[in-house]
């Protein structure tokens, strides 16, 4: 491998479109949602931090960072130190299969699509480990709240996520992207109820109203978070932001044609962005506009409604490649 | 300007807790949230875990039973963290002075930063002093 190559891999993981670009996106993102949830409510949202408080997340996260990092006593401390890191470093081993800027993503290879949905659940499985090792009665009861709500949203959404690789004939996200390209359509014009399904399952992985179970504010206090503090709280809040990067970005590329559009003189990262600030805008508004449901609503609701649904959009993918 | 400083004066968390007023302060704080105040224009966002915190917003004066779980809230508030004392019971005991099963005001168990007064404040003192308190910040 000569030098230009490994410059340029070096470069793209940490740079654009890796680390920084993904964090820069990440914060901005928390904005628009913060905005988008605060116009709902006939509020203004962050305003006097930055032009229009367009630095209000980025204060957030340093203030969290030179903040007092309290461990209790009680916690077992090596699972409440991993915590934060590991959920950043997988957000990001997932951020790196989504197509950002171009049709191809950092790494992509057959079968990505599977191991992302495996990576969606491990984040709820690390939120069950961090409530667990925090050995505080509501932390525990938000971890097993974030074990539960995984029964119910994780079926329908795996299986309106495999629609659009039925369609494509490939389990690559990159590839996915790449044959909507060609095909010159996007894969929600034979897919909206799988669309509408994966939306509300990223909802559930994001963890915001309506199905921000785990944290409950006015019920367990911060669920799973109650016991973070400082620097591990800022990492938190940081790998939730790209977890809403990262979910945005997997529909956009699985339903939505990824960073192309019918432009071709935009720079696909445009259209990636105008694509996410879309999703973004459509979670912000849900969250404005519903109350929290209950966990066994929420299981029941999801077996009972979505799981047929997503079903259903498989059938009729199969019927339309048939005829 | 110092850039972690910046941060600090930009996001204050607020945890709130109600050491036993009768509630009035508590109402006019939420007023504060809603859409006619909206602070979480200076980036001030109400907090349900003390450990998210920077500043403790407490309300009413403190009573015996809940003195020494107030004083557990307060150590479970991370560095560098901000006392506001918020109506007349959290400044002097106010209309419950003399009782016989209160301390007279907040100040009596930690150390206050911000006074409040009123029977209950006004939505706007809260974005007053909570301006105040910031521009002592940025100042120090
Ligand atoms: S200051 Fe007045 S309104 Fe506030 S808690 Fe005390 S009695 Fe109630």
Not at chain 1, 156 to 169: E, R, T
Request: aromatic share 12%; proline share 6%; with cysteine.
């Amino acid at each position: 491998m000569s030098w230009q190559v490994v410059a340029y891999d070096l470069f793209s993981v940490l740079i654009y479109p890796g680390i920084i670009f993904l964090v820069a996106l990440a914060l901005f993102y928390q904005w628009v949602d913060r905005r988008v949830y605060a116009r709902a409510q006939n509020r203004y949202g962050p305003h006097h931090t930055g032009p229009r408080g367009l630095l209000q997340p980025l204060a957030d996260l340093i203030k969290l960072l030179a903040k007092e990092d309290i461990e209790p006593s009680a916690v077992d401390k090596m699972i409440f130190r991993a915590a934060p890191i590991l959920l950043l470093t997988l957000v990001f081993t997932a951020l790196f299969m989504v197509p950002i800027s171009g049709t191809s993503a950092i790494v992509s290879f057959e079968g990505d699509l599977i191991f992302l949905i495996f990576i969606m659940t491990l984040f709820a499985i690390l939120a069950f480990l961090a409530g667990w090792g925090s050995t505080n009665r509501f932390s525990l009861v938000g971890g097993m709240r974030a074990a539960l709500q995984t029964l119910g949203y994780e079926v329908p959404l795996a299986v309106s996520l495999i629609g659009p690789a039925i369609l494509a004939g490939t389990l690559s996200v990159s590839n996915i992207v790449a044959w909507q390209a060609a095909e010159g359509f996007w894969s929600i014009l034979l897919n909206p109820l799988g669309f509408g399904i994966a939306i509300i399952g990223i909802i559930a992985i994001i963890e915001v109203v309506p199905f921000d179970i785990p944290e409950a504010e006015t019920e367990i206090v911060a669920g799973w978070q109650t016991e973070f503090s400082g620097r591990k709280l800022g990492l938190l809040r940081l790998a939730h932001d790209l977890e809403l990067v990262f979910v945005s970005g997997l529909v956009v590329a699985l339903f939505l044609g990824g960073p192309t559009g019918p432009i071709p003189l935009i720079p696909g990262i445009i259209w990636f962005i105008i694509k996410t600030v879309i999703i973004v805008f459509i979670i912000g508004f849900i969250r404005a506009q519903f109350a929290r449901f209950r966990i066994d609503q929420m299981v029941s609701g999801s077996w009972k409604y979505l799981v047929p649904l997503s079903i259903l959009q498989i059938i009729i993918l199969q019927l339309y490649l048939m005829i | 300007m110092d850039i972690v400083k910046w941060s600090r004066v930009k996001s204050p968390w607020v945890f709130h807790f109600n050491a036993g007023g009768c509630n009035g302060c508590d109402i006019e704080l939420l007023a504060a949230l809603n859409p006619k105040f909206d602070i979480e224009r200076f980036g001030m966002i109400l907090r349900g875990s003390p450990r998210h915190a920077d500043v403790l917003l407490c309300t009413g004066t403190v009573t015996r039973q809940i003195r020494d779980r107030f004083k557990r809230i307060y150590d479970q508030v991370p560095e560098p963290k901000f006392v506001m004392a918020f109506g007349n019971c959290a400044c002097s005991g106010g209309v419950f002075q003399k009782c016989y099963n209160v301390h007279e005001g907040i100040d009596k168990v930690v150390p206050v930063n911000m006074y409040v007064p009123g029977c209950p404040p006004r939505p706007q003192a809260i974005i007053d002093a909570a301006v105040k308190l910031l521009t002592a910040l940025q100042q120090s």
